[in-house]
């Protein structure tokens, strides 16, 4: 079972325009929200994390929007670029070490 | 500083052979873990260490997996008898502690193939 539920899969973005990544989760005890950026031959770097008692967190041209209620937090892109072409991971930290990861979406920006 | 190196980056083996894979963690990082990465998969979180104690290892597959860490750095990830469905990208990552918030560093990763 899918403990972290990351859409879409792939994204296709123009330069310029804005990226939408969601995830959603079931688990209340998850505390900390990281996102991770994962180009090809590469480990996942982190990109961007956020906490549940914050709505939003922006940093640069990257933004997480979280909604507790909803159990749901999503990571903008504005002003895409092609070098933002990567994977980018969800994950939902559980307890003291344990991280959940998403499938991950593929990220293209068009030139 | 160096970050966290894996080695071999690239591994392929025979069904049935066993394989250790490496990882140097950053300097001075007490907690490293272990994830697999299968094609189209996230992160699959295996066993985590904080100093050279593994607290949990019900992340691990199957008991033909198994890790150990040594000196409070070094670590391999043992897999005995290894299976075709062993095939995926191992990663491996630490951090200074495993306060939340604190970040995690991760290796290139190592990409076994098993035959």
């Known amino acids: 079972q899918q403990q972290v539920k990351q859409s879409p899969q792939s994204l296709i973005v123009q330069k310029g325009g804005i990226s939408i990544i969601n995830c959603a989760y079931e688990?209340?005890?998850?505390?900390?929200f990281p996102w991770y950026q994962q180009f090809p031959g590469k480990g996942p770097a982190l990109l961007i994390a956020i906490r549940p008692d914050v709505s939003e967190k922006k940093e640069g041209r990257f933004t997480i929007s979280f909604n507790k209620s909803a159990k749901q937090f999503s990571l903008h892109i504005m002003d895409s670029q092609p070098g933002d072409s990567a994977t980018y991971f969800c994950?939902?930290?559980?307890?003291?070490?344990?991280?959940?990861f998403g499938t991950g979406t593929r990220l293209k920006v068009l030139a | 500083g160096a970050g966290v190196s894996q080695s071999p980056s690239n591994k392929v083996t025979e069904k049935g052979k066993d394989v250790e894979l490496r990882c140097d963690p950053i300097?001075?990082?007490?907690?490293l873990y272990w994830y697999r990465q299968s094609l189209g998969q996230g992160l699959e979180f295996l066993i985590y260490f904080q100093g050279n104690s593994a607290p949990d290892k019900s992340g691990l597959p199957s008991d033909r997996f198994s890790a150990e860490r040594t000196g409070g750095s070094v670590s391999t990830l043992t897999i005995q008898r290894t299976q075709q469905e062993d095939s995926a990208v191992y990663l491996c990552?630490?951090?200074?502690?495993?306060?939340?918030?604190?970040?995690?560093?991760f290796g290139p990763g190592t990409r076994l193939t098993v035959l």
């Open positions: 300097s001075g990082h007490t907690a």
């Open positions: 688990n209340t005890a998850f505390d900390y």
């Open positions: 994950a939902a930290k559980e307890g003291t070490y344990k991280y959940i």
């Open positions: 990552a630490s951090s200074l502690t495993m306060v939340q918030g604190v970040t995690q560093y």
